[in-house]
């Protein structure tokens, strides 16, 4: 079964800080992908990445940048955090960039940001 | 590009009910379609999909939901829910070829909410 590991269920920042959001996946997956989840806006692409140290903007990306530095390792970084930017944020990784199959999801991680 | 609408943001329904979840979609090209569960404090998780061939999918728990290409539409039924059907519910879609950041689409999603 594969599994999509987020470092944090709950974090608390402050306003200005460097925030790092970091997500594993366990099955050699080629992709991965940041999603932020409102309440009412559902899901909303951030950036995702087809290969390693590839990325590709999403439909929201800016304030945010990521790496992936490593084929099972996916980083969201948030330059300067904002109030803003509090939100639940989604990890995704799926064998073929679209289509076909399908995207698993980490639990997630809930961001304050004060 | 590509669009979902899911036209109830919540559905209550009481314990052994049937439900129906309703999803329309708007996309230029052939596409595939999702429904994905989110139970509380949890991730998202695949509950049936469609590719190609028969209209009518089933998935897991006991749901199923019908493709009609005419009416754009993807709805999502269960004949008799269970207090643990309680989740959010979203629906995607996936342009058949192709990539790049219009790939897959999500609804704004419909919480079910099950009364006992």
């Known amino acids: 079964d594969v599994k999509v590991t987020q470092s944090s269920r709950y974090l608390v920042k402050r306003t200005g800080e460097k925030v790092f959001l970091e997500c594993v996946q366990d099955m050699d997956h080629e992709n991965m992908f940041w999603y932020r989840q409102d309440p009412g806006l559902g899901l909303r692409l951030i950036y995702f990445?087809?290969?390693?140290?590839?990325?590709e903007k999403g439909d929201i990306p800016e304030g945010y940048s990521v790496s992936r530095e490593k084929k099972e390792r996916f980083s969201l970084i948030l330059e300067s955090a904002s109030t803003n930017q509090t939100s639940m944020y989604l990890c995704a990784s799926s064998l073929i960039l679209w289509g076909i199959q399908p995207q698993h999801f980490g639990d997630g991680t809930r961001l304050s940001i004060l | 590009a590509q669009s979902v609408t899911q036209l109830d943001s919540q559905v209550p329904v009481f314990e052994e009910a049937p439900v129906e979840l309703r999803c329309n979609y708007s996309?230029?090209?052939?596409?595939?379609l999702f429904w994905y569960v989110q139970y509380p404090n949890q991730g998202l998780q695949l509950l049936l999909k469609?590719?190609?061939?028969?209209?009518l999918v089933k998935g897991i728990n006991g749901f199923e939901a019908e493709f009609n290409k005419s009416q754009t539409s993807f709805h999502l039924r269960k004949p008799s829910v269970h207090i643990s059907d309680t989740a959010e519910y979203f629906c995607a879609v996936s342009p058949d070829s192709g990539g790049g950041a219009d790939g897959l689409t999500f609804g704004k999603g419909t919480h079910l909410i099950i009364q006992p």
């Open positions: 469609y590719l190609s061939g028969s209209t």
């Open positions: 996309s230029s090209v052939s596409v595939y």
């Open positions: 990445s087809y290969d390693v140290k590839m990325k």
